[in-house]
């Protein structure tokens, strides 16, 4: 199945999508009319079927027989993921829809067998998160592979003019490897470790080019056959890689069925070649995460049509031209003084190679002869660390359970984690409940919004200043002034102009004076013109956004019942939210607020804190909205045990839910940061906070602090 970027949905919503049957419609026709044969033979099957779908149907979903064969053809889609063992495909399959591929994958398989070998995964060694493998490569020159960007980014980086491994344990780099086996039953392996060539800047193709190095006594495979042509509709493929079970598929029954409860092995999934855009070729084929960076092959030509890159959920999947692919390489390897070797290094007898390392010193006197073993000397500078991590568990754990669901992580295999009570979530994001009537703007001249002496005597946290796209702030005429801070009940927001959305919301918290208040609906803020605010462009149902709070619905609410009814009242006005994905503003991020007041001075149990999105200029547009990638919060607050002001800056990543790159194990969602790398990426200055926070000295290129419980934080 397309996607493994799925956000983890509630029961509610996963119905909805198994039952969106116009989608599911739309598709089934597609397939019909693109692929005749499987037409027949699935009308045929259907057929002897008929009997017995009709009471599994009736007994189980209440739905009529014609709905359920429907949606057992689109949801199975006709299309077999296939086991690869001794390097070929095991042409065994059982589903009486899928017999066609039977006979086109028989004939096709001269064809296949030459690009089985050439195809590896990704192996990595002191990953952070202990995981040991991230995604699919494949060999397209002697000693070159190339994988996606968003697999390349999880374990390296570019420094000055080269592409070096991030950090990983303990100070120590990455290490990466690429095995060209890892089939089922395989009794052993062919590693070879790799130097980072390139990695494509987000604005460029999905791509990235790694370079082989040799190992003593073992061979490469023979580089795959890359078309001269165009992929056209309708022609037969295969995708060959690795997938890897998807946590947050929302019909986990529908996906170990289709790849049969078996991953992280090789695999060959056929399909058919859907359409293309300017840039970009769409396939059918059943592809997870770890399917990212596969092969697409033609099974009538034998040669490499698309690099696999991503997939929307039972929609399409996305490939890059085999034409776009070498044409970056070829840019790539003239920019490099690295070019790539004309024979694989691993054929070639040592007369050869000092032959070729000869003429290569003749024409470029600035590269070694190791340069002709990719050996890759740099590597020595600084490196920035920028890493999140798809892990979003709808469960409260606790310490043991945390434990084990970190220890299969860093095993390699997703985790099963025992049934727990579910996290405490503001729903209200979630919904659209508006105001039945709107405020006015004279509602508004007793708010007073953030104090920055809220924290005691002798102590001033002002607000943060911009020090980037300072013209882009909104400003509003407020009782004959020109103001751009929009006060609330014990918060205050600035607005972005051109994204119509929250820069930053600081807020004042009493955790002695917090009262419970009920949920109110939204509404637009009459102050500023409602062609400024975002009320329902990007927000709904999946896969529409949530209205996430920046100031958190309980943190305003305290004081006096009048006034925390009204900062309750207040957060649920649409300045104070950016677009995220359903369900994902919960867990440790909305846990962050109350750790830090179990933290704060006894007799005051205060805090400030500050929250904004950092507004990218790469942010992708998703339903014409700009939607922000990555978030950051800063907390301020005097410390308990010492006295003294301290503050912490956090950063939460959505990337893996937003883009349309598939699942990589290893990223990080949420991390402790230091202040001042959250005033550089968001264009703000904190002022004072930056020197009291506990990171201060720790430089941007250290590793992160990956919270996966909130006892990781640091505040001293």
Known sequence: MPGLRAPPLNDKTTLKMRNRKPVFDDYFAELMAADTAVKEEMVTALEVRKRTLVVESLGSTGNSASEFVRETVVLTKGRPVLDIKAGAAVIEITEVESQIWRKRLTEAAPLLAPHIPAVGRIEVANHPRGVDWLGTAWLLRDNIIVTNRHVADAFAHANGSEFTFRMGFDGQPMQGTVDFIEEFDAQHSAEFPFKVVHIERDDGPDLAFLRIEPVAGQELPNPVILSSTAAQGGDQVAVIGYPARDPYFPDPDLMDRIFNHRYDKKRLAPGLITGSDRDRIFHDCSTLGGNSGGEVVSLKTGQAVALHFAGTLFTKNHAIPIHTVAQRLDDVLRRSSHPVTSVSPNKTDPTMLNNNTNTHANTNTNTNANANINVNTGGSGSRVVEVTIPLHIRVELGEAQLSAAVAGVASGVVPTIPP?????????????????????????????????????????????????????????????????????????????????????????????????????????????????????????????????????????????????????????????????????????????????????????????????????????????????????????????????????????????????????????????????????????????????????????????????????????
């Open 420 to 716: 727990a009570q579910p996290v405490t979530v503001d729903l209200s994001a979630d919904d659209d409940f508006f105001e039945t009537s709107e405020a006015r703007v004279e509602d508004y001249r007793d708010r007073k919004g953030y104090q920055s002496k809220f924290l005691g005597s002798g102590i001033d946290i002002p607000l943060p200043t911009l020090t980037d796209n300072q013209d882009d702030t909104l400003t509003y005429m407020f009782e004959g002034k020109q103001q751009a801070l929009l006060p609330y009940m014990h918060f205050s927001v600035l607005m972005s102009k051109s994204r119509r959305m929250c820069r930053f919301s600081a807020c004042n918290i009493d955790g002695k004076k917090s009262l419970r208040t009920s949920r109110s609906g939204w509404q637009y803020d009459p102050r500023i013109p409602k062609t400024a605010q975002i009320m329902k462009e990007c927000y709904g149902n999946p896969p529409k956004f949530s209205r996430g709070h920046m100031t958190r619905r309980e943190d305003p609410a305290w004081g006096t019942k009048s006034e925390a009814d009204l900062g309750n009242r207040d957060s649920m006005h649409v300045t104070n939210t950016t677009p995220q994905v359903q369900m994902f503003n919960g867990g440790i991020w909305l846990s962050l607020e109350d750790y830090a007041l179990q933290n704060a001075r006894e007799d005051g149990m205060r805090i400030c804190v500050f929250t904004g999105p950092f507004l990218a200029k790469n942010d992708p547009f998703r339903f014409k909205i700009k939607i922000p990638v990555t978030f950051w919060k800063v907390i301020a607050f005097i410390h308990d045990e010492t006295g003294q002001l301290c503050a912490t800056g956090y950063t939460m990543s959505q990337k893996s839910f937003i883009g349309e790159e598939e699942f990589v194990f290893g990223r990080f969602e949420h991390a402790q940061r230091p202040i001042r790398e959250i005033e550089r990426r968001a264009g703000i200055s904190f002022g004072q906070l930056a020197e009291v926070d506990p990171l201060n000295n720790q430089p941007e290129s250290a590793t992160p602090i990956p919270l996966t419980q909130l006892s990781q934080i640091r505040f001293v």
